[in-house]
Protein backbone atom coordinates (compact mmCIF):
# COMPACT_ATOMS: atom_id res chain seq x y z
CA UNK A 1 0.00 0.00 0.00
CA UNK A 2 1.44 3.26 -1.08
CA UNK A 3 2.13 5.53 2.61
CA UNK A 4 3.45 8.35 3.69
CA UNK A 5 5.07 8.85 7.22
CA UNK A 6 6.47 11.61 8.81
CA UNK A 7 8.29 12.35 12.09
CA UNK A 8 7.82 13.33 14.76
CA UNK A 9 4.06 14.33 14.84
CA UNK A 10 4.88 17.74 16.54
CA UNK A 11 7.98 19.42 17.31
CA UNK A 12 8.44 22.94 19.49
CA UNK A 13 12.17 24.52 19.42
CA UNK A 14 13.13 27.98 20.12
CA UNK A 15 13.61 30.84 17.96
CA UNK A 16 16.89 30.44 16.30
CA UNK A 17 17.84 26.80 16.20
CA UNK A 18 17.53 24.32 13.44
CA UNK A 19 15.55 21.49 13.42
CA UNK A 20 14.94 18.65 10.84
CA UNK A 21 11.32 16.61 9.78
CA UNK A 22 11.86 13.42 8.63
CA UNK A 23 9.49 12.13 6.05
CA UNK A 24 9.56 8.00 4.70
CA UNK A 25 7.82 6.53 1.92
CA UNK A 26 6.72 3.28 0.69
CA UNK A 27 5.13 5.26 -2.88
CA UNK A 28 5.82 3.15 -6.10
CA UNK A 29 6.17 3.78 -9.25
CA UNK A 30 7.43 6.95 -7.51
CA UNK A 31 7.24 10.35 -9.74
CA UNK A 32 8.50 13.12 -7.69
CA UNK A 33 8.25 14.47 -3.72
CA UNK A 34 7.48 17.66 -2.33
CA UNK A 35 7.21 19.57 0.95
CA UNK A 36 4.45 21.93 1.41
CA UNK A 37 4.07 24.38 4.65
CA UNK A 38 0.67 24.94 5.53
CA UNK A 39 -0.52 27.97 7.76
CA UNK A 40 -2.83 27.01 10.28
CA UNK A 41 -6.59 27.71 8.49
CA UNK A 42 -4.84 28.24 5.01
CA UNK A 43 -3.92 26.20 1.73
CA UNK A 44 -0.47 24.49 1.61
CA UNK A 45 2.63 26.64 0.37
CA UNK A 46 4.92 24.24 -2.00
CA UNK A 47 8.14 24.60 -0.26
CA UNK A 48 10.14 22.15 -2.80
CA UNK A 49 9.95 19.99 -5.43
CA UNK A 50 12.60 17.19 -5.96
CA UNK A 51 12.42 14.53 -9.12
CA UNK A 52 14.16 10.79 -8.41
CA UNK A 53 17.64 11.96 -9.75
CA UNK A 54 18.11 15.42 -7.09
CA UNK A 55 19.10 13.95 -3.54
CA UNK A 56 18.85 17.62 -2.50
CA UNK A 57 17.41 21.04 -3.22
CA UNK A 58 17.11 24.65 -0.87
CA UNK A 59 14.45 27.16 -0.66
CA UNK A 60 15.81 29.47 1.14
CA UNK A 61 16.54 28.58 5.26
CA UNK A 62 14.55 25.40 3.64
CA UNK A 63 17.11 22.74 2.52
CA UNK A 64 15.63 19.14 1.56
CA UNK A 65 17.32 16.00 1.09
CA UNK A 66 16.03 12.53 -1.08
CA UNK A 67 17.60 9.05 -0.94
CA UNK A 68 15.49 7.29 -2.88
CA UNK A 69 17.04 3.85 -2.22
CA UNK A 70 16.12 4.17 1.12
CA UNK A 71 13.13 6.38 0.63
CA UNK A 72 13.31 8.72 2.70
CA UNK A 73 13.40 12.80 2.50
CA UNK A 74 14.12 15.24 5.38
CA UNK A 75 13.14 19.19 5.68
CA UNK A 76 16.09 21.19 7.49
CA UNK A 77 15.08 24.40 8.73
CA UNK A 78 18.07 27.14 9.34
CA UNK A 79 18.05 29.60 12.08
CA UNK A 80 14.03 28.96 12.65
CA UNK A 81 11.42 32.49 12.66
CA UNK A 82 8.16 32.91 14.69
CA UNK A 83 6.93 32.83 11.09
CA UNK A 84 8.14 28.89 10.72
CA UNK A 85 5.40 27.46 12.85
CA UNK A 86 3.38 26.24 10.56
CA UNK A 87 2.39 21.95 9.85
CA UNK A 88 4.78 20.81 7.26
CA UNK A 89 3.86 18.13 4.87
CA UNK A 90 5.77 15.57 2.59
CA UNK A 91 4.16 14.26 -0.41
CA UNK A 92 4.93 11.91 -2.93
CA UNK A 93 3.62 11.51 -6.28
CA UNK A 94 2.62 8.68 -8.42
CA UNK A 95 2.26 10.43 -11.05
CA UNK A 96 1.40 13.94 -11.97
CA UNK A 97 -1.51 14.54 -10.34
CA UNK A 98 -1.77 12.15 -8.20
CA UNK A 99 0.02 12.83 -4.69
CA UNK A 100 0.05 10.61 -1.31
CA UNK A 101 -0.04 13.19 1.95
CA UNK A 102 1.62 12.27 5.17
CA UNK A 103 -0.22 13.71 7.94
CA UNK A 104 2.21 16.76 8.56
CA UNK A 105 4.66 17.20 11.05
CA UNK A 106 3.04 20.57 13.36
CA UNK A 107 6.02 22.54 14.04
CA UNK A 108 5.92 25.50 16.71
CA UNK A 109 8.32 27.87 17.28
CA UNK A 110 8.80 29.65 20.80
CA UNK A 111 10.26 32.95 21.37
CA UNK B 1 -4.93 38.67 -6.82
CA UNK B 2 -3.93 35.79 -9.09
CA UNK B 3 -3.72 33.18 -6.78
CA UNK B 4 -6.32 30.33 -6.53
CA UNK B 5 -9.61 31.87 -5.38
CA UNK B 6 -12.47 29.81 -3.17
CA UNK B 7 -15.98 31.04 -1.67
CA UNK B 8 -17.07 30.96 0.83
CA UNK B 9 -14.33 30.93 3.45
CA UNK B 10 -16.32 28.99 5.66
CA UNK B 11 -19.25 27.73 5.89
CA UNK B 12 -21.73 26.49 8.55
CA UNK B 13 -24.84 24.21 7.69
CA UNK B 14 -27.10 22.03 9.38
CA UNK B 15 -27.85 17.94 8.53
CA UNK B 16 -29.17 17.46 5.33
CA UNK B 17 -28.83 20.58 3.96
CA UNK B 18 -27.20 20.97 0.62
CA UNK B 19 -23.91 23.12 0.46
CA UNK B 20 -22.04 24.65 -2.67
CA UNK B 21 -18.80 25.32 -3.26
CA UNK B 22 -16.48 27.43 -5.69
CA UNK B 23 -13.10 27.77 -7.00
CA UNK B 24 -11.36 29.81 -8.93
CA UNK B 25 -8.17 28.68 -10.46
CA UNK B 26 -5.17 30.60 -11.78
CA UNK B 27 -6.32 31.47 -15.31
CA UNK B 28 -3.86 29.89 -17.29
CA UNK B 29 -4.05 26.78 -15.23
CA UNK B 30 -6.18 23.68 -17.04
CA UNK B 31 -6.04 21.22 -14.28
CA UNK B 32 -7.84 21.07 -11.52
CA UNK B 33 -7.86 19.36 -8.59
CA UNK B 34 -10.70 18.97 -5.37
CA UNK B 35 -9.38 17.90 -1.67
CA UNK B 36 -10.18 17.13 1.93
CA UNK B 37 -8.59 17.60 4.79
CA UNK B 38 -9.43 17.11 8.55
CA UNK B 39 -8.00 18.07 11.36
CA UNK B 40 -4.23 16.81 12.35
CA UNK B 41 -4.38 14.93 8.74
CA UNK B 42 -3.18 15.63 5.29
CA UNK B 43 -5.11 16.41 2.77
CA UNK B 44 -7.13 13.84 0.73
CA UNK B 45 -7.75 13.54 -3.19
CA UNK B 46 -11.16 13.82 -4.24
CA UNK B 47 -11.20 14.58 -7.78
CA UNK B 48 -9.42 16.02 -10.40
CA UNK B 49 -10.55 18.09 -14.37
CA UNK B 50 -8.60 18.97 -17.18
CA UNK B 51 -10.38 20.83 -18.70
CA UNK B 52 -13.80 20.52 -18.54
CA UNK B 53 -12.98 16.91 -18.51
CA UNK B 54 -13.53 15.16 -15.11
CA UNK B 55 -10.56 12.86 -15.24
CA UNK B 56 -10.57 11.12 -11.85
CA UNK B 57 -12.18 10.35 -9.00
CA UNK B 58 -11.14 9.16 -5.34
CA UNK B 59 -13.72 6.22 -3.93
CA UNK B 60 -14.06 9.19 -1.22
CA UNK B 61 -16.40 10.90 -3.60
CA UNK B 62 -19.64 9.40 -2.49
CA UNK B 63 -22.57 9.80 -4.50
CA UNK B 64 -23.80 12.74 -2.63
CA UNK B 65 -20.82 14.86 -3.67
CA UNK B 66 -20.28 16.27 -7.29
CA UNK B 67 -18.17 18.16 -9.01
CA UNK B 68 -18.49 20.08 -12.03
CA UNK B 69 -16.24 22.56 -14.44
CA UNK B 70 -18.62 23.69 -17.35
CA UNK B 71 -16.43 25.89 -18.91
CA UNK B 72 -12.81 25.15 -18.08
CA UNK B 73 -12.24 27.60 -15.75
CA UNK B 74 -13.49 27.63 -12.30
CA UNK B 75 -15.14 24.69 -10.69
CA UNK B 76 -17.87 23.74 -8.19
CA UNK B 77 -18.08 20.88 -5.51
CA UNK B 78 -22.01 20.40 -4.11
CA UNK B 79 -22.67 17.56 -0.93
CA UNK B 80 -25.99 16.77 -1.13
CA UNK B 81 -27.85 15.73 2.09
CA UNK B 82 -24.74 17.01 4.41
CA UNK B 83 -23.46 14.78 7.31
CA UNK B 84 -21.77 15.39 10.05
CA UNK B 85 -18.63 13.66 8.94
CA UNK B 86 -18.35 15.82 5.95
CA UNK B 87 -16.89 18.66 8.20
CA UNK B 88 -13.53 19.30 7.22
CA UNK B 89 -11.36 21.89 5.36
CA UNK B 90 -12.34 21.37 1.56
CA UNK B 91 -9.23 22.53 -0.70
CA UNK B 92 -8.88 23.46 -4.22
CA UNK B 93 -5.46 23.49 -5.95
CA UNK B 94 -4.46 24.44 -10.09
CA UNK B 95 -1.95 23.57 -12.01
CA UNK B 96 -0.52 23.63 -15.82
CA UNK B 97 0.62 20.34 -17.34
CA UNK B 98 3.63 22.44 -19.02
CA UNK B 99 5.96 20.02 -20.90
CA UNK B 100 6.27 16.49 -20.94
CA UNK B 101 8.01 15.11 -17.76
CA UNK B 102 7.85 18.33 -15.96
CA UNK B 103 6.66 18.41 -12.58
CA UNK B 104 3.44 20.63 -12.38
CA UNK B 105 3.39 22.16 -9.42
CA UNK B 106 -0.34 22.25 -7.90
CA UNK B 107 -0.92 26.00 -6.45
CA UNK B 108 -3.60 26.02 -3.30
CA UNK B 109 -6.47 28.00 -2.70
CA UNK B 110 -7.16 29.06 1.08
CA UNK B 111 -9.95 26.44 1.19
CA UNK B 112 -13.54 26.58 2.42
CA UNK B 113 -14.42 25.00 6.18
CA UNK B 114 -17.32 23.26 6.34
CA UNK B 115 -19.02 22.83 9.82
CA UNK B 116 -21.74 20.42 9.70
CA UNK B 117 -24.17 20.66 12.50
Known amino acids: KNQVEQSPQSLIILEGKNCTLQ??????????LRWYKQDTGRGPVSLTI???SENTKSNGRYTATLDADTKQSSLHITASQLSDSASYIC??????????WGAGTKLIIKP | DTGVSQDPRHKITKRGQNVTFRCDPI?????LYWYRQTLGQGPEFLTY????????KSRLLSDRFSAERPKGSFSTLEIQHTEQGDSAMYLC???????????????FGPGTRLTVL
Open chain 2, 93 to 107: ASSHPGLAGVVNEQF
Open chain 2, 27 to 31: SEHNR
Open chain 2, 49 to 56: FQNEAQLE
Open chain 1, 23 to 32: CNYTVSPFSN
Open chain 1, 50 to 52: MTF
Open chain 1, 91 to 100: VVSESNYQLI
